[in-house]
């Protein structure tokens, strides 16, 4: 009998489920965008730059059907890559758990379907999940309900994450959440008074996010009255179980002596703590300072080292820095068209200082075919950055061209 009543319930809910169609609420856009920035370019198998759409959806756990290369979640939509081909993708499907499959027919509102290189966007909603599926949640498990507070979260689904959360609130993790949730008002009115009360109860049952989110409030006065010494301690806690931001934050501290007197060598301590746990940020720092020599003896070679490290996951002035190491042949042997390939990678980011690098390369013809024009192109970039030396190098060229 039991196993039947199971089974019964199980039907009804899926049966619910996959009443529910997900609503288009904007059409695939026919307006496009040419794609820049060089993390948002890939290829299919053949080397072909794939189409990529911007699916606008609160709702964690979709996935899509179709030439697929790679889905990305960002809060409240998905960046879905697609391999274009010649001919450009005609249909895909959107899966969603709680709906029916919807297949997008490109061709409607763009005839010639998704084309190499280009940006799109479609915007779609799903109902509201019904009653009955709200009552199962009762029926989850304290690490069931966690699971799925924090995929209400992620997709922006507020109110729905603050009234699981609540619910398993002697939880370290779920009272950290809560904390966030008061600190910035999601789900609930904002209140800091309560944000602090949550997140201590979580930092002192030794959650990690939590110790570090204290710091955080402590030392920049966030809803509390600034107090450095009490958000090191916060930060301190943390990084001791090796929570990279607490680490690289630290690093920060000592390094420009923030609520004290400047300390190099726990600045070095902190920055190399979370550059050794791949944290690109501290990775690019600890360049810099070998680099410059900045509290640290010089290094080039490892200065290069660490360079590499960052600019491999994309960090845009890590990139840069690595392109100048290129171009002087410091720590490397010097090549011009290896410092042309960083600086690009930096400047298609929007970084100014990489951007007005390349323009140089482009203007002397270092690494690369002269070119005034694509030399103007990247100054005017970093100019209306507001980048000094970008704005008087593009009024000398364009009085003397």
């Given at each position: 009998?039991?196993?039947?009543?199971?089974?019964?319930?199980?039907?009804?809910?899926?049966?619910?489920?996959?009443?529910?169609?997900?609503?288009?609420?904007?059409?695939?856009?026919?307006?496009?965008?040419?794609?820049?920035?060089?993390?948002?370019?890939?290829?299919?198998?053949?080397?072909?730059?794939?189409?990529?759409?911007?699916?606008?959806?609160?709702?964690?756990?979709?996935?899509?059907?179709?030439?697929?290369?790679?889905?990305?979640?960002?809060?409240?939509?998905?960046?879905?890559?697609?391999?274009?081909?010649?001919?450009?993708?005609?249909?895909?499907?959107?899966?969603?758990?709680?709906?029916?499959?919807?297949?997008?027919?490109?061709?409607?509102?763009?005839?010639?379907?998704?084309?190499?290189?280009?940006?799109?966007?479609?915007?779609?909603?799903?109902?509201?999940?019904?009653?009955?599926?709200?009552?199962?949640?009762?029926?989850?498990?304290?690490?069931?309900?966690?699971?799925?507070?924090?995929?209400?979260?992620?997709?922006?689904?507020?109110?729905?994450?603050?009234?699981?959360?609540?619910?398993?609130?002697?939880?370290?993790?779920?009272?950290?959440?809560?904390?966030?949730?008061?600190?910035?008002?999601?789900?609930?009115?904002?209140?800091?008074?309560?944000?602090?009360?949550?997140?201590?109860?979580?930092?002192?049952?030794?959650?990690?996010?939590?110790?570090?989110?204290?710091?955080?409030?402590?030392?920049?006065?966030?809803?509390?009255?600034?107090?450095?010494?009490?958000?090191?301690?916060?930060?301190?806690?943390?990084?001791?179980?090796?929570?990279?931001?607490?680490?690289?934050?630290?690093?920060?501290?000592?390094?420009?002596?923030?609520?004290?007197?400047?300390?190099?060598?726990?600045?070095?301590?902190?920055?190399?703590?979370?550059?050794?746990?791949?944290?690109?940020?501290?990775?690019?720092?600890?360049?810099?300072?070998?680099?410059?020599g900045e509290s640290i003896e010089e290094d080039y070679?490892?200065?290069?080292?660490?360079?590499?490290?960052?600019?491999?996951?994309?960090h845009a002035m890590a990139q840069c820095h690595l392109?100048i190491m290129y171009e002087a042949g410091d720590g490397?042997?010097?090549?011009?068209?290896?410092?042309?390939?960083?600086?690009?990678?930096?400047?298609?980011?929007?970084?100014?200082?990489?951007?007005?690098?390349?323009?140089?390369?482009?203007?002397?013809?270092?690494?690369?075919?002269?070119?005034?024009?694509?030399?103007?192109?990247?100054?005017?970039?970093?100019?209306?950055?507001?980048?000094?030396?970008?704005?008087?190098?593009?009024?000398?060229?364009?009085?003397?061209?």
């Amino acid at each position: 009998m039991r196993c039947f009543l199971f089974i019964a319930f199980f039907v009804f809910l899926c049966k619910i489920c996959f009443a529910q169609e997900l609503e288009v609420v904007e059409p695939l856009h026919s307006t496009i965008f040419e794609i820049v920035g060089a993390q948002d370019k890939k290829y299919d198998a053949n080397g072909v730059p794939c189409a990529v759409v911007k699916v606008q959806l609160p709702v964690a756990g979709v996935t899509f059907e179709g030439p697929v290369i790679e889905s990305q979640y960002h809060i409240n939509e998905y960046w879905v890559w697609f391999s274009s081909g010649t001919n450009g993708t005609k249909k895909f499907r959107i899966k969603c758990p709680g709906a029916q499959m919807l297949e997008v027919d490109v061709t409607k509102t763009i005839p010639e379907g998704l084309q190499p290189n280009l940006k799109y966007a479609i915007k779609l909603n799903l109902p509201q999940v019904p009653l009955a599926m709200q009552e199962a949640d009762e029926q989850l498990s304290p690490a069931e309900m966690f699971k799925k507070a924090e995929m209400e979260y992620n997709a922006g689904n507020y109110e729905k994450a603050f009234a699981l959360f609540s619910k398993i609130s002697d939880d370290a993790e779920a009272r950290n959440y809560l904390g966030i949730m008061y600190a910035n008002g999601n789900g609930v009115a904002q209140d800091s008074a309560k944000a602090l009360m949550w997140l201590k109860k979580s930092a002192n049952q030794g959650n990690a996010n939590a110790q570090f989110n204290l710091g955080y409030m402590y030392v920049n006065g966030s809803g509390v009255e600034q107090d450095y010494k009490e958000g090191v301690k916060w930060y301190r806690k943390s990084a001791d179980q090796g929570f990279v931001e607490a680490q690289f934050n630290l690093g920060v501290i000592y390094a420009y002596g923030i609520g004290g007197e400047p300390d190099a060598i726990k600045a070095v301590s902190w920055f190399r703590k979370a550059a050794e746990q791949g944290y690109a940020p501290a990775q690019c720092i600890l360049g810099i300072m070998y680099e410059e020599g900045e509290s640290i003896e010089e290094d080039y070679e490892e200065a290069v080292k660490w360079y590499r490290k960052a600019a491999d996951q994309g960090h845009a002035m890590a990139q840069c820095h690595l392109g100048i190491m290129y171009e002087a042949g410091d720590g490397v042997e010097k090549d011009y068209a290896e410092a042309v390939k960083w600086y690009l990678k930096s400047a298609e980011q929007g970084y100014a200082d990489g951007q007005y690098c390349l323009a140089n390369m482009y203007e002397y013809g270092y690494g690369v075919a002269e070119n005034y024009a694509e030399a103007l192109k990247w100054y005017r970039k970093a100019a209306a950055q507001g980048f000094t030396d970008a704005q008087e190098k593009l009024k000398e060229l364009e009085e003397s061209y």
